[in-house]
């Protein structure tokens, strides 16, 4: 009977110490990274590059990190070609308060660096220790809206959606597009500026719209269903009962169109995983040597549509603009 | 027996070599870290050179330190506008810091030359405003890049000059054209001081030759020298300049806004006295009396009594354009759209075209009125595609009204008519202008194909007490011609 | 192909007449209640110490037995009363018993001590027969599932408690054949993989081949799962009603005129309990699966043959109502039919018509997923012709012909879709020798012939050539040894590293890839004595060449999805048995070794462990009550370290301006893939089962405890968040079963 009982104890006692969580650690050996993001808008002359490094977090979960890793005293240049350079300053950038760092973020800065399509286009780090960090890519030229193959008018003469129609003189583009209405609000004796997205189309659920917004897409045409767009003009005053507030200008189409760097780097981040499965390897795209980051380019267009005036009275709305 | 044994143990070597041990697994691969942590010090003379690294701008200027060089060979090239790119091989390394200088006029290859020539030639050549002894045509050689300030000089010729950029090993070329001013000196605003090349009126006393624009207001030439006067920097109170006269050394301005009199020192403003500030002429008849035309009446004035002549006086417009005296002091009033008015002293007296007995519609819009001393009255008709009206170019005498054509002009874009002491009728008109003695059309005329005129519009002349002649241009400048060449 | 058929059938009616006063003894053994097949009993002739063992369907065959003398039979089988009987046989006959066992209600008595061991069938090796009561008595999580039972086997990995997948060997999951009544089941998982879509309830017994399996198994490289069905109760209706917290069952069956069927359905209806299985994640999942059997037999259409159809069912959503949130579905189609013929030789024909279908769809809504779906349609036909000499040698000769259209339609994050249809025949033939004739020394030579392939390679193997042989050195101890060459044209769009999927789409190996092939070589040792204790050793060397593996760093549209990698697998597996009338006990050890090769770099797959050890204890305690203890235990699972994080810009708004917010977000940087060790693995597992007879039904009450101590295993390391999953917690579950 004893050693019956000493049998269950000892039994007993190593199952306990069994079942003790082992610690685990899951880190192999940190060396520290830099990361360059610079992303170089061809619509604008002011750019801007971020240069972090990486990190452990002591209770393993990334986002307690709360230090800002920016790293400071870089030689940051762009070149667009051989002869157009920019060093680019630094400075802070504030954040907003909601954000996990608590201070400013660092950022570099070219405010009269505006590239030229065809050109290529590179950037280099240097970071103070002498390491460095570069890329190259190219910018977008824009694209042609086609006016013959385009709508101009909402609604459109004939059909039952509206399409805009452009080319684009790159072999693998992306696009990325929205389209806005722009329209005024009175507001206490003042007249307000407003957007309203138009979605690629509204799904409802429980009673409300919910929008869904256009993905990115490689063909140079997009077309909106008159349906969403009766939708969105709809529910531009939802909950206003005087429409007459609602004085609506025209619609503009922005189409981005990326860089092939921009287009993979987009596509391997945007690349979402379902909400069940559990990946635990996926691929990180860098163009960046010597680090990680991304150097790309995006050029930004603009396409301009015209409501007819009766379209915009349908809707009980002012027409802000000559037809 | 034996032999399954055997058997037994191979087959357990066997199955030991299967699991004999553990592969080799790949564990990374850690990329070599190259350090850019060479630096090198560059300065040029002289600086400001864009530095190049491997063909590419560093971004840097001299004098800088350029960081973030890898170690090795590196080809530095100095870039400065004008200057030849110098290119350094230089092998760096990160343990020592070096340092460049390039002196880029050590390079006999950076300067340059410049080859003046003239026409006509013989020009003494300027460099910077200094005389350098040289005649054109003649090569400047061994000159540093940059900018130089050429100027040739030749007599009885106007300087000209102009600034040339030297680059390096490049001979620049320039030809001078010397205008002659032997005969004709033309001024404009590239040329001389002039403030404006549109102008609107000459006045001209003893020593002074006063010249109204319409939008820089008063220039006073006296000799080569220009004076501006300008409501910024004197008491004229407007910069459009409708009318210039001079009595008894003063000069009278009318205004868009003002009748002013400056005695070369002192500014008296006599708007007050007028019923409307917009002047557009003035004269003084035989007795030294003042007549003022504004746009709502004719304003007499003997110095001390203001009568305003208008509509209710008997006359048959408010708007004044012109305003001329003949040898009987009858005062000849040319008006904006209803005809010549004349008053005697008593009594005005119309004409326009219904009775002026003329075969064509030339119009009652007058531009300008003159009186010679053979008892003539001229008066420019202005042409009105609008209004029908011809324009022309008409001459009174005796109570008849004639039309005059003019030799090489057009007579119905008569823009002025001035008079001289000879007798001569001066025309200006948009296309050029003409003299002529008593027929209009035996007279010579004067474009900018036949002569020297900067400009075709012609908006005034006169004949300063020098005996040169003035003419004033719409968009030409001033022209001068000398006593004798006309 | 009929030429031939009737050639073989020539041929064996031609030798069955060679015997001079020798008959042949033929016997179906049935469980005498339900009149189901009993595979794998002992089948011995007492007076000429022979003896055989039943196949998976019942049937055993003994050639050369002197005719007109009278013999004992007895037959044997654990869980059942022995029956002798007495057999005469008839001269260059086939004379047929049918066999009924009794069920022994009291499961104290061993197998009735008989003086030969019957060999189960010489040559095998590297196989496990599994009945399902054995399915029955083991631990469950929630419900008992056929492929978590596999991973107490030696040689078969998991990656983790969650999911069902099963890896064999060091081969991927879906280098393993699931044969459903013949016909080759795709996707064969319940909710995200983690239970199998097969009730155990309608199974009559598995043969699962861990390797080296002969000629008449192809299409995959690493194991077959040759899943057998019940046909019903040909004696009288019966019906079952079963719950567990996951799923409701029902099973209905009865005889019909010369045949039986049986019906059988299982429904989730809760998934609360699947959240202990994945980290209190709440799972949408809804499923059901269905299944049928109809079988006819009767002696005045075609003697000796017996004709089934069969059909199966599986139906499987994740729905969420949130329309952010994608949506996914897949399903089973099965149907197959099949005529089993024994014939008045020595001889056993079974043809069969399947059709498989799998389709599999993801349901974007407004998520960011993108839409995607697989169909895979394999109609197959097979004919398979056993013929048993007199010297017992056996010839095996068939042929498979499947017919099948595999379509992956992928819409990529940037409208471009990826279609990929593929629709072709594969043609096998295969033939294969049993050399059996003598007392200890065995040989299987097989050889498969590719004749037609659905590969756009064409580069494919012809010739699949394997070779099994046995070679007895002492009554107790064998040696054996498989070798053999194994072909795959198909393969799964997967993600070794996703850990958890919802369904893995199946597509033909691209043409650009060679298909996949695999060489096994194993060698063996068994030692046993008698039924009551066993011990073997067997070791394993396989290689994988042209392993399709997803393409990790395809960039652009154009690039491949797929890269050839190649496999090496080797290992050592201990199994060792003891079977007493109250205790069975059963061990294992494995050291196993496994290595995938992509773009010249070694490194160890996600299933990888080093050893591995399980202890089965199955307690009879009598009246009624059963209990079985299961510890498992197995060396650590790679994982990818972290080396670090970044903040990482992502591209969310393109329309915003950068100062506005800083757009970015920890990323984890990971180093070299798996070179990392996870702790090591253990649970311990307790069954504990009763059942209460009544006059009218039976009642099972079946109480599980999954992970008795609460060990914390870890599962993975979710690497965003630093959150550590840990697989199945102290999991107590309960199931009721009632049986009409």
Known sequence: MKTKFYLLTLILSLLTILSCEETFDPYGKFEEKYVLNCIVRADTNYQVALVSKSYISENLDPYSNTEDKSVQNILVRLWNGNDNVAILKDTIVERSSDDKYNSPYRIYYAENFQPIPGLPLEIEAVLPDGRVLSSATSVPAPINFLDTSSDTLIPPSKGDYIQVVWNSPQTKPVFILRLGIYYFKYEGGSKKRYIYFVPQNYVEHEGKFVPNYPKPITQSRFSFDMKTIDKAMELISAGESDKSKFEILSCIIEVIALDENLSIYYNTTANANNAFSVKLDEKDYSNIKGGYGIFGAYNRNYYVLRFKHDYIRSFGYIPGLTE | ?486 | MKNITYFFILLFIYSAVEGQNKGTLRGLVTDSTNSEALAYCNVFLKELGIGTATDSRGYFLIPSIPANQNFTLIISYIGYHTKKINIKVLPNKITHYDVQLLPSDIELQAVEKIEKLVEENKTDISIRRILSRELEYLPKGVESDLFRSLKYLSGVQSAGDVSARFYVRGGASNQNLILFDGVTLYNPFHALGLFSVIDPDIINNIEFYKGGFAANYGGRLSSVVDIKTNDGNKNKFGAKASASYLATKLFLEGPLPHGSFYLSGRKSYSTEVLKKFMNNQNIPADFYDFSFKLNYSNQDFIPGSKFIVNGFFSNDKIDNSDPTIEDFSWKNNLFGFRWFFVGDSPLFLEMGLGISNFQGEILPQLSSLNKSSNKINDISMRMDLTYIFDSKDELWVGFHINQINTHLYIENLVDEDTDIKNSGTDISLYTKYKLLRFDNFAIDAGLRFNLASVSQNKEIMFLEPRFNASYTLWNFLTLKSAWGLYQQTLTTVSDEDEIINIFEPWIVIPEYLLPAKAMHAIFGIEVANGNTWKLGVESYYKTVDNLPVLNKDKIYTTDHDFIAGEGESYGLEVNASLNTPVVDFKTSYTNAYAYKVVDGKRYYPRYDTRHSFNIIVDLKLGNNWHSSVTWVYSSGLPFTEILGYYDKLYLDNFFDSWNSRDPRRPYTLIGVQNLGRLPDYHRLDLNISKKFAFSFMNLYLDFNIINLYDRANIFYFKKETGERVNMLPFLPTISVKVEL
């Open chain 2, 1 to 486: 027996m034996k032999s399954v044994i055997k058997l037994f143990l191979s087959g357990l070597l066997l199955l030991s070599i299967f699991i004999s041990c553990d592969r080799e697994v790949y564990t990374g691969f850690t990329e070599p870290v190259i350090l850019s942590n060479c630096k090198i010090f560059v300065e040029s003379n002289p600086d400001s050179a864009s530095i190049y690294v491997d063909g590419k701008n560093s971004g840097f200027i001299t004098s800088d330190t350029i960081k973030g060089l890898s170690e090795g060979i590196h080809y530095i090239t100095l870039k400065k506008n004008l200057f030849k790119d110098t290119t350094i091989t230089i092998e760096l390394s990160s343990s020592d810091k070096k340092s460049l200088f390039i002196d880029f006029y050590n390079n006999p290859s950076n300067f340059g030359t410049i080859y003046v020539n003239s026409n006509p030639v013989g020009a003494t050549i300027y460099l910077n405003d200094k005389n350098t002894g040289y005649l054109t045509p003649h090569n400047l050689t061994s000159l540093f890049v940059g900018k130089y300030k050429v100027k040739c000089n030749l007599p009885l010729h106007r300087s000209d000059s102009t600034i040339v950029t030297v680059t390096y090993g490049k001979i620049q070329s320039i030809n001078f054209n010397l205008d002659d001013t032997s005969k004709w000196v033309n001024y404009n605003i590239s040329n001389s001081e002039l403030s404006s090349n549109h102008l609107s009126s000459l006045a001209a006393d003893m020593n002074n030759v006063w010249i109204g624009t319409r939008d820089k207001g008063i220039m006073k030439l006296h000799g080569n020298q220009f004076d501006i006067i300008q409501s910024v920097n004197s008491r004229l109170k407007y910069n459009f300049i409708n009318s210039l006269f001079i009595h008894n050394n003063d000069l009278y301005i009318a205004t868009s806004g003002s009748l002013q009199r400056f005695d070369g020192s002192t500014w008296m403003d006599l708007t007050s006295i007028l019923p409307d500030p917009y002047v557009t002429s003035i004269i003084f008849d035989k007795n030294d009396v003042m007549w003022i035309g504004t746009q709502k009446g004719l304003v007499r004035y003997d110095g001390v009594n203001t009568v305003v002549f208008d509509r209710a006086s008997g006359m048959s417009s408010d708007f004044v354009m012109d305003i001329a005296v003949d040898n009987l002091n009858n005062i000849w009033v040319a008006t904006n759209s209803d005809g010549i008015n004349m008053y005697d002293g008593h009594k005005w007296k119309i004409y326009d075209m219904s009775n002026m007995n003329l075969g064509a519609n030339l119009g009652n819009s007058i531009k300008d009125i003159a009186c010679d001393k053979e008892g003539y009255i001229y008066a420019a008709h202005i042409y009105s595609i609008e209004k029908g009206e011809l324009g022309g170019f008409t001459r009174f005498k005796d109570g008849t009204w004639e039309q005059l054509e003019l030799n090489g002009v057009p007579a119905n874009l008569v823009e002025c008519i001035y008079i001289d002491d000879q007798g001569n009728k001066w025309v200006g008109t948009k296309g050029g202008m003409t003299k002529f003695r008593y027929e209009p059309n035996d007279g010579y005329f004067f474009n900018t194909s036949n002569s020297k005129l900067p400009a075709n519009q012609v908006v005034d002349i006169i004949i300063s007490p020098d005996g040169n002649l003035w003419i004033a241009t719409f968009g030409g400048g001033l022209a001068k011609v000398k006593k004798g060449n006309f």
